[in-house]
């Protein structure tokens, strides 16, 4: 999938603010009540000024409508919250890409294209998902050229909320049965000669991103790296979460109550 300069958002950071919080892949639901927990507290408590959610923030999400009660509505509460005390914006993954304009001015977010270009302090990365960049998941692939047509989307959300969410759990169901068995190292990874030429088409070296469930730092050309982002789980048996801070001084990693604390 190649890029071209139209295609990427831009976003230049306010002087003043001091640090941004990145995190992603919480795959939010009611069944997962610490991780919603850590991440309420993380919204309403960090001290950075903003904090950008770069997908998959909820296991699905099926139309706005759904932001009215349940589950759904708490989690609005909290961005609403969240978004009254600092900048909270917002990147579609592969489980939120119906997330609408109507949920993002009930909450007060700001919306991020996937892949946006952010200059904050004399750095410069490229923002993205991820999953458009693992490539050679040609079903997934598929799958997701087929989920993000426009014509699709009308159709899916002219049906009823009970039968969306019907629909949705018979979906992730699936996704996890296939699933069964695997670890991330098992899945297919965002592609390195197309990040690459992603950053070129940007004017940037560094990309951020989540999906993978990989979180680390590599090398994907000289000249070129990425930051990947961790997925939360802390109702497991092996808890994790963590936040990828920017600062004027660069990235650090940080467990999310050390995001509550530092300045």
Known sequence: MSLAPGQIGRFEAPAHWRAIDFISD??????????????????????????????????????????????????????????????IAFMAGNRDFLVGEALLADCGMHRLADPTLLQAWGQTLLLTHGDALCIADTEYQRFRAMVRDPAWQQAFLARG????????????????????????????????????????????????????????HDILAPGFERHVLSDWDLDGTHPRAEVLRLTREGLVRLAPELALALA
């Open 26 to 87: 919480l795959h939010l639901d009611a069944e997962h009540p610490r991780t919603f927990d850590a991440w309420e507290r993380q919204l309403l408590h960090t001290t950075a000024d903003a904090v950008w959610l770069l997908g998959d923030v909820f296991e699905a999400w099926v139309g706005d409508d759904a932001r009215h009660s349940g589950f759904e509505q708490r989690c609005a509460q909290v961005l609403k919250a969240a978004a009254g005390r600092r900048h």
């Open 161 to 216: 909320l009970a039968e969306r969410q019907a629909l949705a759990r018979q979906m992730r169901d699936a996704s996890e049965a296939n699933k069964r068995g695997q670890m991330p190292t098992d899945w297919a990874d965002v592609d390195a000669g197309t990040a690459v030429q992603w950053l070129q088409a940007a004017g940037a070296a560094q990309m951020l991103h989540g999906h993978t469930h990989r979180p680390g």
